[in-house]
């Protein structure tokens, strides 16, 4: 057992050597030298130099482009911190955040379909938000604010949060 461990690690070994004697061999051939850049000055306005050198910034004359400013500042992880209140809205670290242009559903409605059959329109609702938003990073803008509640349009991956509902939702008819 030992020896055939010993032999398996002299052949990659082996293998090993062998290729990085070939990639050396092919590099002379080449004519690429590795060493050759063991030359330059630190003085010369090569790009790459063997010495540290202090940049002039005043002698720069590149043009500052500032930042364009983010459409969507609001960065959160809807971790434990996250916690849904509502079938719109959430809180985040203390803050209460409501999602702009989505209805608010009471927890405890029942609705009817176009069946007839009666279906619990609000929980959905509700859970629906949580299961969108649980454990995903969300990237919002703040649409209005009023009373401490601010209005929030939110990003997943992207994508909008709402149009994400709209997918999960079941529709609320017989209201």
């Known amino acids: 057992m030992v020896r055939q461990i010993a032999i398996l690690l002299f052949q990659i070994v082996l293998v090993t050597g062998l290729g990085i004697a070939?990639?050396?061999?092919?590099?002379?051939?080449?004519g690429e030298n590795a060493y050759e850049t063991s030359g330059l000055a630190a003085n010369t306005e090569m790009l790459w130099t063997t010495?540290?050198?202090?940049?002039?910034?005043r002698r720069q004359n590149y043009e500052r482009i500032p930042t364009p400013p983010d459409p969507y500042p609001l960065k959160m992880h809807a971790d434990q911190r996250l916690r849904v209140i509502a079938s719109n809205s959430f809180t985040f670290k203390g803050q209460e955040f409501r999602l702009a242009g989505v209805e608010d559903v009471d927890r405890n409605r029942v609705c009817t379909g176009t069946d007839g059959r009666?279906?619990?329109?609000?929980?959905?609702?509700?859970?629906?938000?949580e299961n969108r938003l649980r454990g995903k990073y969300l990237e919002c803008r703040v649409a209005?604010?009023?009373?401490?509640?601010?209005?929030?349009e939110c990003l997943i991956r992207g994508q909008d949060v709402r149009a994400l509902l709209q997918e999960t939702v079941m529709p609320v008819a017989g209201r």
Do not use: M, Q, T, W
Request: proline share 3%.
């Open 118 to 129: 009666r279906y619990a329109c609000g929980l959905n609702a509700f859970k629906a938000l």
């Open 22 to 30: 070939g990639i050396r061999i092919a590099s002379f051939f080449n």
């Open 144 to 152: 209005e604010e009023s009373d401490g509640v601010r209005a929030v």
């Open 51 to 57: 010495s540290p050198v202090r940049i002039d910034v």
